[in-house]
């Protein structure tokens, strides 16, 4: 068995101790990372019965369970992920990278033609460990969320999306002032502390 490194294993003792990787066990999310999306709609009221909805990197598939409680069976959801995932009703699901063409084309054939209301992204590269790779990396993804939300988004609909604070983070808060009335970054309390992630919240698509 390979020997753990330090910082593995001190997530290890953090992850089993972590007062949101219980509550998760005991509700039954799929995910810590449900408390993030919450706590952010406890005070911005994203998602509303009846919305149409996509969730990029969705899996294991805690923001898309917690979504489709409240969207229920009036709306729709669309959710992907490079990973697999275990279905969800009321989810419809692409697996694949979203930085192919082809997996894009999917997500958008599923979507339809009608616009959304609301999209999520929660995406976040396997780290490699190197800050500038890392770093690259995540803010390519971001930068597909928000061009994929200029595609897809109705006119006045919102962006949640994960950012990693670093080179090209300011780059990015701009492009989103461009296009959204409203723009807030967001670290909400499930977030880790240490953790450079942040969300960047945009509301009133094309309202500018
Ligand atoms: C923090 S997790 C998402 C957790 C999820 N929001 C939840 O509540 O369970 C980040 C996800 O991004 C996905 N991801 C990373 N790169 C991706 C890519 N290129 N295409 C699609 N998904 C990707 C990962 O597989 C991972 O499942």
Known sequence: ????????????????????????????????????????????????????????????????????????????????????????????????????????????????APKVDLVLSDMAPNMAGIDAVDQARSLHLAELALEFADHVLAPGGDLLLKLFQGAGFDQIIRDARGRYGRVVTKKPKASRSRSPEIYLLARQFGMV
């Open 1 to 112: 068995m390979p020997k753990r490194t330090k910082s593995s294993a001190r997530w290890l003792a953090e992850h089993a101790s972590d007062e949101f990787v219980k509550r998760a066990q005991r509700e039954g999310w799929r995910s810590r990372a449900v408390f993030k999306l919450a706590q952010i709609h406890e005070t911005e009221r994203l998602l509303r019965p009846g919305i149409r909805c996509v969730d990029l990197g969705a899996a294991p598939g805690g923001w898309s369970q917690y979504a489709a409680r409240i969207v229920g069976g009036a709306g729709r959801i669309v959710a992907t992920d490079i990973l697999p995932m275990d279905a969800i009703p009321g989810v419809d699901f692409v697996q694949g990278d979203f930085r192919e063409a082809a997996v894009l084309e999917a997500v958008l054939a599923l979507v339809g």
